[in-house]
């Protein structure tokens, strides 16, 4: 239950977009990841980039957008056309798998890795476990080329063995079936599937099928053994901000269709036996109607829905029961709810316990509810600073759960916990190979916001001896959007930075959950700017209080996190040495001006809609990466800098659209001003935030900054466009650790370029020549 259990999947999650029902044999973790071969990479000494061949300044062709009195001049929208011939000649690894395991019905459930990807296997359980054959379910050598595996889930009799394709970049798959007590598959494939679910009779699928801007809307039934033109439609929404899904309560009693939006819900649940043979519809009944800005999620015990709902004035998250013969919503009963700076973000029903899974201070909590007698207790978690992650946890009928755990410092282990004997056995715990974990440390700071309304928590990874001398190169990532945290987890790109002095900072800024619903709602819509100055002011502090200095401090965001990375670079040239986007959100003008492109409807609660009000689009354009990128040659060369506090103050009175105009204005930086070389990298099959977003980015980028990124300019802009990707990510586990080594060598070459190399003895200080350091800015 819970976000990452019933809604649908319009939120990201730090690049994966696919959050499954916790029955689900799920495909989204890695254990066993091996950063060998990025360690082999770049050598201690690091690998300056090599010069670039000057890339030829594309061509302008202007087109004039006029909404709502506003003109609009965009010279490179010719460059989503991909026919185009200019295009053509610019635009060119492949999929991304990940393994967990269960244990159920006397079977094991896992997961083995070859050259090809993912091997699905089981095999009975067994006391002499070493002589029982092993039975392969699937094998993904066996798969086509550029095909990867989106969800496996077995029918509720355990003997139907069904998992879900897609092409590389594409959302909507094929549903393929395998009975497991017979060699040969079956001949019929579901096509255009984006989720499903089984039902309860070990014969009927509920799936769920998309328009053509990627919102899914229709609920199919289909009879296992029966063409798919046979199905039958169960539930159709028409409405274009909402997003439909399936699921199915954790006894399998009942089917859900959940009809979510960015800010509100509507669940219809079904009998999960119901029989189609007698040629009726099932019977559905809607638990709450739909009210704006009231988000809720069920599951079932025992005749009482379960449900997780922000329905009170503060919009906690609060856990409620109700008996399904009366589920009026006056009937709710509070059982528990989030206090300030806490988000219940999960929940999973066992028969006699229930599992919380939440947040307090960015951090996570997990909490076991008794049904008989009421009474909760914490699960001591083995590790404060991590990601805590629900298990599968097939099996209803038990007492214990399993929960993985994701650590900076180790790859992701499992843990089994017994909520009545409340003991905690290490299931599966994969150290990093030659990490000598014990030099290092997570530690966490407070930065004041710079509207005086929030302390931005930040996570730091680094040497435990790390001296806050001013000149240890730093990594800030974060993300800020959707109501998804920057998680505190293993990242294997991070290690070659470690080792070599960095700091790794997670800024949790608002526009994420981490303190709870309200973080969220200050961080969207006419209050997306916090995400950006909380950005800065974390990048302010970690200088200020000596951690680091602008040479020497790097950023990187990844989708949303490309915005936040592209208005921050826009913002604050000055604070940065180099900043990577991945698959970056730059242009969001022109995707909210035009409803027709995928997710734009839906995201207009996240971001507004544009043509709707004169203040949300100069709001919305005070920000947007691609139209605030500075004219150095078209305005005025004043000496830019951060506006002055009077300016910042007269933003959060001024309500008429001449005012907001004047005090976002971007000054331009003049030619002695410092700007960060730049690594942008996007798929042309990305269905979510198109390429050409980022070569428009890049292009104006060039054109207006060309003393920083022409031809002749003196900053790195890399731009790379890989043919085969979507949104996703890409490639087999060695593309992937290319890409990460391709990011890690650019951070090193940006800030080892500036004059001396970060020390190699891991402390973060200079190689020497400290008597240089002086107030204000350090010299390298």
């Known amino acids: 239950m819970g976000a990452a259990d019933h809604f649908c999947t319009c939120r990201e999650n730090n690049g994966s977009q696919y959050n499954q029902p916790s029955q689900d044999l799920d495909l989204e973790s890695a254990p066993g990841r091996s950063c060998v071969l990025l360690f082999a990479t770049s050598t201690r000494s690091g690998v300056p980039l090599s010069g670039p061949t000057p890339p030829k300044?594309?061509?302008?062709?202007?087109?004039?957008?006029?909404?709502?009195?506003?003109?609009?001049?965009?010279e490179y929208e010719w460059m989503a056309n991909k026919d185009d011939p200019e295009m053509t000649q610019v635009l060119r690894t492949k999929r991304v798998s990940a393994p967990l395991t269960t244990t159920v019905r006397g079977y094991e459930y896992y997961t083995k890795t070859s050259r090809y990807g993912m091997v699905y296997c089981r095999k009975r359980k067994s006391s002499t476990s070493n002589m029982v054959k092993e039975e392969i379910l699937l094998d993904s050598a066996y798969l086509p080329e550029n095909c990867s595996i989106k969800k496996v889930l077995l029918s509720t009799g355990h003997h139907i063995f069904s998992f879900l394709t897609l092409e590389e970049g594409e959302e909507l798959g094929s549903l393929h079936f395998r009975d497991l007590k017979r060699a040969e598959p079956f001949d019929e494939v579901l096509e255009d599937v984006f989720n499903f679910v089984w039902g309860n009779d070990n014969k009927t699928v509920y799936y769920t099928k998309s328009t053509d801007v990627l919102r899914p809307y229709q609920v199919w039934a289909h009879q296992v053994g029966t063409p798919q033109e046979d199905d039958i439609l169960v539930f159709q929404e028409d409405n274009d901000s909402i997003f439909v899904d399936v699921g199915s309560t954790k006894d399998q009693k009942f089917v859900t269709i959940n009809g979510n939006s960015l800010s509100s819900s509507e669940v219809r649940v079904l009998d999960a036996s119901h029989d189609f043979s007698k040629g009726a519809l099932p019977e559905m009944t809607v638990l709450a109607p739909r009210e704006e800005g009231v988000e809720y999620y069920v599951d079932h015990h025992d005749d009482h829905y379960y449900i997780l709902t922000n329905a009170n004035p503060k919009k906690n998250f609060r856990v409620m029961r109700v008996n399904r013969n009366n589920p009026n919503r006056d009937s709710w009963v509070e059982l528990m709810e989030a206090k300030d700076g806490e988000k219940i973000e999960d929940v999973d029903i066992f028969k006699n316990f229930m599992v919380i899974?939440?947040?307090?201070?960015?951090?996570?909590?997990?909490?076991?509810?008794?049904?008989?007698?009421?009474?909760?207790?914490?699960?001591?978690?083995?590790?404060?600073?991590?990601?805590?992650?629900a298990g599968v946890n097939l099996e209803y009928e038990t007492d214990s759960f399993q929960f993985t755990l994701n650590s900076p410092y180790a790859h992701e282990a499992t843990y089994e916990y017994d909520m009545a004997s409340r003991v905690m056995t290490a299931l599966r715990v994969h150290p990093i190979h030659r990490l000598d974990r014990s030099k290092y440390t997570c530690t966490r700071v407070n930065v004041d916001a710079e509207d005086g309304k929030a302390k931005i928590p930040v996570t730091l990874l680094h040497r435990k001896n790390m001296q806050l001398n001013g000149r240890n190169p730093t990594l800030i990532r974060s993300y800020g959007a959707y109501g998804v945290p920057t998680d505190i987890d293993f990242r294997v790109e991070h290690f070659p930075l470690l080792e070599r002095g960095w700091i790794i900072a997670l800024a949790h800024v608002r526009g994420g959950s981490e303190l709870g619903t309200l973080w969220y709602h200050q961080g969207k819509l006419m209050h997306k700017r916090n995400t950006f100055t909380d950005f800065i002011n974390v990048a302010e502090h970690l200088v200020e209080a000596g951690y680091t200095n602008p040479r020497r401090l790097t950023a990187s965001g990844v989708s949303a996190g490309g915005l936040l990375m592209g208005a921050v670079c826009n913002m604050r040239p000055d604070l940065f040495r180099a900043i990577i986007m991945s698959v970056p959100f730059l242009d969001p003008m022109t995707t909210m001006l035009d409803p027709e492109i995928p997710l734009t409807k839906v995201e207009y609660l996240e971001w507004g809609n544009p043509a709707e009000s004169e203040q949300m689009y100069d709001y919305m354009a005070s920000y947007a990466p691609y139209d605030t990128i500075p004219d150095f040659f078209n305005s005025n060369n004043n000496k830019g800098g951060r506006r002055s506090q009077a300016a910042r103050n007269s933003e959060t009175k001024d309500t008429d659209s001449s005012a907001l105009t004047r005090t976002t204005e971007f000054p331009k930086p003049p030619l002695s001003s410092r700007r960060p070389a730049l690594m942008i990298s996007c798929g042309e099959r990305d269905q979510r935030v198109d390429y050409s977003q980022s070569t428009k980015f890049v292009a104006r980028l060039r054109s207006r900054l060309a003393p920083w990124y022409g031809s002749e300019g003196k900053e790195a802009c890399v731009l790379m466009i890989d043919e085969n990707r979507g949104h996703f990510g890409n490639g087999t586990q060695e593309d992937r650790v290319k890409n990460w080594a391709r990011e890690v060598v650019f951070l090193l070459g940006s800030v080892q370029m500036e004059g001396s190399g970060p020390n190699m003895g891991g402390v973060g200080g200079d190689t020497g020549n400290q008597e240089q350091m002086m107030r204000g800015e350090p010299k390298l």
């Open 57 to 74: 300044a594309p061509k302008k062709i202007p087109k004039e957008t006029r909404v709502l009195g506003r003109v609009r001049m965009d």
């Open 357 to 389: 899974y939440a947040k307090r201070d960015a951090l996570p909590v997990v909490s076991c509810y008794h049904f008989e007698t009421g009474a909760v207790h914490e699960v001591p978690l083995p590790e404060q600073f991590c990601t805590i992650g």
